[in-house]
């Protein structure tokens, strides 16, 4: 099956900067990759997703790219803002599942 | 639409006693999950139902638990006797159409098991 590894688990940046999420996977069968957004007490949330026919995607200062070939992608927060903070999770999904990778917690700083 | 609506929110309950969770799904979507959150494992997909029928419960962690969708808009996952390691935040999701598509999670069940 898929197994998807997110790195950092923990990252902090200062209001204003960039924030950079990686994951890797490992089915190359895998045509879909969402990220999420979890704040405290909620369930996860869609925030931006990709598919394998395509190499970069943005919504506003969000943006995801993905490299099918080296099996990974990146999600890019620029000019973070303290709504930021919570724990992002990518996944990867193939025909007929998706698997999260363990989390990330992003502390934006003002 | 009011979304996924999970209850309860919050459960605290002795080892050895019987849990139910409850998940009413958005109207009209075809899939139903179950995933459960621990600091340790992450997110982890229990179960998941398609048209009410279990596709693929290989991810119950065992004979304890179970999971069941007698019509579309209501599921429910029982643990039976519950165990102390069972603690967790448990979370509903539903999704409609192809499987790559959006996941819209419920606000999830916080399980403590004293």
């Known amino acids: 099956g898929e197994n998807v590894e997110q790195h950092p688990s923990t990252l902090s940046v200062q209001e204003g900067d960039s924030a950079v999420i990686k994951c890797t996977y490992s089915?190359?069968?895998?045509?879909?990759f969402p990220w999420y957004k979890q704040e405290l007490g909620k369930g996860p949330q869609l925030i931006i997703d990709i598919r394998s026919n395509v190499g970069e995607k943005k919504d506003q200062r969000i943006a995801v790219t993905l490299n099918k070939t080296a099996k990974h992608f990146s999600l890019h927060i620029t000019e973070t803002q303290p709504e930021d903070s919570a724990v992002y999770f990518c996944?990867?999904?193939?025909?007929?599942?998706?698997?999260f990778g363990k989390g990330t917690k992003l502390s934006v700083i003002p | 639409d009011a979304g996924v609506i999970q209850s309860p929110r919050h459960e605290v309950t002795e080892m050895g006693q019987e849990v139910t969770l409850r998940c009413k799904p958005i109207?009209?979507?075809?899939?139903l999950f179950w995933y459960r959150q621990t600091m340790m494992r992450g997110l982890e997909l229990l179960i998941y139902f398609n048209n009410n029928v279990p596709i693929d419960d290989s991810g119950m962690p065992e004979d304890r638990f179970s999971a069941k969708m007698p019509n579309a808009s209501f599921s429910t996952l029982k643990i039976q006797p519950s165990e102390p390691r069972d603690s967790a935040v448990y979370f509903c999701a539903s999704l409609t159409g192809v499987f790559t598509g959006e996941l819209f999670f419920g606000e999830g069940s916080r399980l403590t098991v004293l």
């Open positions: 996944a990867g999904a193939g025909s007929y599942q998706l698997t």
């Open positions: 109207s009209g979507h075809d899939y």
């Open positions: 089915d190359s069968a895998s045509n879909y």
